[in-house]
């Protein structure tokens, strides 16, 4: 079996000018969990952006499947509300109509038989009524513990195959599995069910502008690379922190946690781009075998009770208000261990990277959302200055600001003016915004129209996912056997043990 080859089915998109805007052709997107905060906010917005920009067919057709008792209309409501608050481009009437046409809803359990043969039937009419050609994808936007179902109910109702009428996708969400032995289990039922090319994992750090560019900061330039390695590099921090806490999500985080939530996907991705070689070209297949490489290559650190720390919110106050603790929160079982932080030490032995420390750190109710990655430089070898004069100078960094403030700061020392030779942390920026006149589309955009193209260039591969859960799962097993997360208060930057663990290597946490 073949993974997917990146290569797209849209004719328009001629391989000289990959500027043309690429266009889906006929199809339509069904959505499960499309009450879910996923959908909500991301994934219903990002369809209304793309056909605000053209790039969807006009008989595109969108089906929600939920349990609610709602009718097409209400399907139709809850998607206006979602796009009024949440699309990225202006709302236009005309759109909207046009877009609106096409939605339909089916209510129903992931149990409930009738519901998916009412299902099956509401995408035949569909390919009738919209000519929407048998094309549809399977955007299982749902707790991962309905993955396996809902896949084995599409097989068994007919669904995950076109009957070579069309093509059927499935588009899975993260985290693909809980460990490495329920992801190798859901990769066999998925693929007993779909074609490997038309399954599309997503990992939706991939479809960020940001992510993507650091791959052309390293290898689209020749100031960085050079520097890029163990003998300049003091340590790497990528940190993912956000602000909010699991709002209505207790239904899916419980149990999972920070570090299989965003740690064994997004924050593996993004090691694995800054850390990697160069590929020999952007084919999917260089791509993820560089990815790959390095992701075998890391290792974790003997003693994890020193170099990882996992942590939970406690009530604080967050941008003037009060907020809950996350025991506290609705649906939360009151004794929960479950990790809402999480910070890990991990190494990377290759020649490249032996001996450099990368610690990754992600939290919920952190003092702000920012994800960034932050390359630390070592000090210079010599100082031919007086200590006091460089009494203010860090060491110098290079910071990928994938959000919210996107672009690439540079730290570097510079002679404070006046002085006789005060050096001081200065910074240099490249801000998107100030850069370029092309907005960035959301990840989601870019995502769901890759997988209407059939381009997985953006989605990683099961080895990746794999690989993934081996680095994690002995963390988590450790941290199943060693008590409870250590409470932080929310609006800080997470656990004692966190400072103590970087204190421990004579470093600190940057504060962003
Ligand atoms: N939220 C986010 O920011 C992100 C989420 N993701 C991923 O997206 C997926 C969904 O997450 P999220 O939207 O946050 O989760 P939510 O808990 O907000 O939503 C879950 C959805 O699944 C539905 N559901 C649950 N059980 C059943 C069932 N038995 N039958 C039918 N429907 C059911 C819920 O319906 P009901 O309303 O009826 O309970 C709801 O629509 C997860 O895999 C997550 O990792 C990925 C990136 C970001
Ligand atoms: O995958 C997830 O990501 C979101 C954060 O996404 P971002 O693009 O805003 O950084 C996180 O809130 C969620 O818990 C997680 O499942």
């Not at 849209?10 to 500027?19: I, M």
């Not at 996708?169 to 990769?187: M, T, W, Y």
Request: net charge negative.
């Amino acid at each position: 079996m073949t993974e997917p080859t990146g290569v797209t089915a849209n004719p328009l998109r001629a391989p000289q000018d990959r500027r043309l805007p690429r266009i889906a052709g006929p199809s339509g997107l069904v959505i499960f969990g499309v009450t879910g905060d996923l959908s909500r906010k991301k994934l219903m917005p990002a369809v209304y952006d793309l056909a605000n920009r053209g790039l969807l067919p006009p008989g595109f057709s969108l089906v929600g499947f939920a349990r609610r008792e709602w009718a097409d209309e209400d399907f139709a409501q809850v998607v206006h509300d979602a796009v009024k608050e949440h699309a990225r481009t202006p709302f236009r009437e005309e759109v909207w109509q046009q877009l609106s046409e096409g939605f339909r809803f089916v209510q129903g359990d992931f149990d409930d038989d009738v519901a998916f043969d009412r299902l099956r039937q509401t995408i035949e009419a569909l390919d009738k009524e919209r000519g929407t050609g048998g094309n549809f994808a399977f955007y299982l936007s749902v707790p991962p513990k309905f993955f396996p179902n809902v896949v084995q109910q599409l097989q068994e109702h007919g669904l995950s195959d076109s009957s070579g009428h069309g093509w059927r996708r499935a588009v899975i969400e993260k985290p693909f599995g809980h460990d490495l032995k329920s992801a190798q289990e859901l990769n066999k039922i998925v693929h007993r069910v779909f074609e490997p090319n038309e399954v599309f994992r997503i990992d939706h750090y991939l479809g960020k502008e940001t992510v993507q560019n650091i791959l052309a900061l390293r290898f689209g330039n020749t100031i960085f690379e050079p520097l890029w390695n163990r003998s300049y590099v003091d340590h790497v921090q990528i940190t993912m922190a956000e602000d909010i806490g699991i709002g209505g999500r207790a239904g899916y985080y419980d149990g999972i946690g920070a570090a299989r939530d965003v740690i064994q996907n997004h924050l593996l991705q993004l090691l694995a781009l800054t850390a990697m070689e160069e590929p020999t070209s952007f084919h999917p297949k260089a791509l993820v075998g560089e990815k790959l490489k390095v992701l075998n290559a890391v290792r974790l650190p003997d003693d994890l009770s020193k170099h990882t720390v996992r942590g939970q919110y406690a009530a604080g106050w967050q941008g003037g208000e009060q907020v809950p603790g996350y025991l506290e929160e609705e649906g939360i079982d009151p004794n929960s261990t479950t990790d809402t932080y999480a910070a890990i030490k991990l190494e990377i032995n290759t020649r490249r990277w032996a001996g450099v420390p990368f610690y990754l750190r992600t939290g919920k109710r952190l003092g702000r959302r920012v994800t960034e990655i932050a390359v630390v430089f070592q000090r210079a070898p010599h100082s031919p200055f007086d200590a006091y004069d460089t009494s203010e100078l860090g060491q110098n960094a290079l910071v990928i600001r994938v959000q919210p403030d996107e672009g690439v700061t540079i730290r570097f020392g510079s002679k404070v003016p006046g002085t006789s030779m005060e050096i001081r942390d200065v910074t240099m920026d490249f801000a998107y915004g100030e850069s370029f006149t092309e907005s960035s589309p959301e990840a989601y955009e870019r995502l769901i129209l890759d997988v209407l193209l059939g381009d997985a260039n953006l989605f990683p591969r099961h080895q990746e996912v794999e690989r993934s859960w081996e680095i994690l799962d002995p963390i988590e097993r450790h941290w199943a056997k060693n008590g409870r997360p250590e409470s932080y208060t929310s609006g800080t930057w997470g656990p004692k043990a966190a400072d103590e663990m970087l204190a421990r290597d004579g470093r600190s946490w940057r504060r962003p």
